[in-house]
């Protein structure tokens, strides 16, 4: 199911685009934004719209990705709650996209996701750097 619910998302997304708007593509994209030629594609798709790609990565330690797994309490996380060692275990936290990108902190100790919404927006509306 999830290669055409991507699929689904990436096409509303190419025809927002092709119809002007501007849009936020939000998804757990793991697999592709470890595959640097996915990503080539994808800015290469969008720049041919004259749209611009702005990648961002979420961050999340594991004590804090533990309270909110918790606290969700969907039946999804069964799994890893009752193996919290063995999932931890499966995620590489130094992970980042191996292109430029900024970096939201969803950690409990972080400044405001508010606040950094706003600082991302600036950023990339301002033409500020990536993390």
Not at 15 to 42: M, Q
Not at 48 to 71: F, G, P, T
């Amino acid at each position: 199911m999830r290669p055409r619910e991507y699929e689904s998302l990436m096409a509303a997304a190419n025809e927002n685009v092709s119809c002007g708007n501007s849009v936020i593509v939000t998804a757990p994209f793991i697999r592709e934004f470890s595959e640097k030629a996915w990503l080539d594609r994808t800015e290469a798709m969008f720049a041919a719209l004259n749209a611009e790609v702005s990648v961002v990565w979420v961050y999340c330690d594991i004590k804090s990705m533990h309270q909110y797994i918790r606290h969700r309490g969907a039946a999804r996380d069964g799994f890893k709650l009752n193996d919290w060692k063995g999932y931890v275990s499966s995620i590489n936290l130094d992970f980042r996209p191996p292109v430029p990108h900024h970096v939201v902190s969803n950690c409990t100790s972080s400044s405001p996701l508010q606040k950094q919404a706003a600082d991302l927006i600036t950023s990339i509306l301002g033409g500020g750097d990536p993390a």
